[in-house]
């Protein structure tokens, strides 16, 4: 497809666990981002990749969240000993730096619920 | 520390109609702004933005105003269509131009429902 594949949709797992959620931005988007969505708030800022670096993390809530970007396309935020706050929607994102607009292209979002 | 605020959860309005979405900030540095709306299930999709050395940005029945004097800033949609009906969300950053650029910050957004 044209758009930001995100996988999985849903994903349910127990406190304690380790999750990986895949982002597969827009072909020739050189710039990628991570975003949270908990429940009644707006998407939260998490990690920004331009190419295979991590830009800006600053949005990393602690040390248990990481993400790579090895070969500059397809992304992976990866969680280790999941806890029930960390249920939330999480976005990735695509655009084009130096675009007029700076506007970002979101996927569908990864469902996180942690038991 | 919730930098931008939208304060009305939700809006309701009769197809045809203005709706008018509003949007404050505290930050000074943020220099550019931008709504996105949101469908249940998806992800949010860019609707308009605006740049702060503009008070008005118009985009077919979208138009965004800013007053930074009163770090403010509004989304008209006219008229308003059953289909506009969904989360509307205003975001900002700072440092246009640079990579900041995708560095957003969000409100919570506002729920639109357009009766027909």
């Known amino acids: 497809g044209a758009g930001v594949s995100q996988t999985p949709s849903n994903k349910v797992t127990e406190k304690g666990k380790y999750v990986e959620l895949r982002c597969d931005p827009i072909?020739?988007?050189?710039?990628l981002y991570w975003y949270r969505q908990s429940l009644g708030q707006g998407p939260e800022f998490l990690i920004y990749?331009?190419?295979?670096?991590?830009?800006?993390d600053s949005g990393l809530p602690n040390d248990r969240f990481f993400a790579v970007r090895p070969e500059g396309s397809v992304s992976t935020l990866k969680i280790q000993r999941t806890e029930r706050g960390d249920s939330a929607v999480y976005l990735c994102?695509?655009?084009?730096?130096?675009?007029?607009?700076?506007?970002?292209?979101f996927g569908e979002g990864s469902r996180l619920t942690v038991l | 520390d919730q930098q931008v605020k939208q304060n009305s959860p939700s809006l309701s309005v009769q197809e045809g109609r203005i709706s008018i979405l509003n949007c404050d900030y505290t930050?000074?540095?943020?220099?550019?702004f931008l709504w996105y709306k949101k469908y249940p299930a998806e992800g949010p999709t860019f609707l308009i933005s605006?740049?702060?050395?503009?008070d008005k940005n118009e985009d077919g029945r979208f138009t965004v105003f800013l007053n930074k004097s009163a770090k403010h800033l509004s989304l008209h949609i006219v008229p308003s269509q059953p289909g506009d009906s969904a989360v509307y969300f205003c975001?900002?950053?700072?440092?246009?131009?640079?990579?900041?650029?995708?560095?957003?910050?969000f409100g919570q957004g506002t729920i639109l429902t357009v009766h027909p």
């Open positions: 994102a695509s655009s084009l730096l130096g675009g007029a607009t700076g506007e970002l292209f």
């Open positions: 072909s020739g988007h050189t710039a």
């Open positions: 990749f331009q190419g295979t670096g991590a830009a800006d």
């Open positions: 930050n000074s540095m943020f220099d550019y």
């Open positions: 605006i740049s702060s050395i503009k």
């Open positions: 975001a900002a950053s700072a440092g246009a131009g640079g990579t900041s650029y995708g560095k957003l910050t």
